[in-house]
């Protein structure tokens, strides 16, 4: 069975970080190109940031400076660390599996989200 999942939302404070995970079950990670999405209510989904097959990572330029992507092999996991938040990136994130990052919507594999609220 071909699934990601996704963990590490909760609450947190204006400024404070939090880590999410993308975890792979049934398929490489590795091989693909994996995003992460977030969409608020009301809002339009909005790419976030991205780590290519070949290790390059791009990212929104709302938050470049702030969030970091990355990827361990051997754990079938892709990682975005968010540091300084804001109450306006509250929104659900999830990640998917692409053929490229520019080609997220065309997305193969896609997670269940995880919640993030900044709120003080």
């Known amino acids: 069975q071909f699934q990601l999942v996704e963990s590490g939302g909760g609450l947190v404070q204006p400024g404070g970080s939090l880590r999410l995970s993308c975890a792979a079950s049934?398929?490489?990670?590795?091989?693909?190109?994996i995003g992460w999405l977030r969409q608020a209510p009301g809002k339009e989904r909005e790419e976030v940031s991205c780590?290519?097959?070949?290790?390059?990572?791009f990212y929104a330029d709302s938050v470049k400076g702030r969030f970091t992507i990355s990827r361990v092999n051997y754990e079938n996991t892709v990682y975005l660390q968010m540091n300084s938040l804001k109450p306006e990136e509250t929104a659900v994130y999830y990640c998917?599996?692409?053929?490229?990052?520019?080609?997220?919507?065309?997305?193969?594999?896609r997670g269940q989200g995880t919640q993030v609220t900044v709120s003080s």
């Open positions: 049934g398929f490489t990670l590795e091989y693909y190109a």
């Open positions: 780590i290519a097959s070949d290790g390059g990572a």
């Open positions: 998917v599996a692409a053929a490229l990052c520019s080609t997220l919507d065309e997305y193969d594999y």
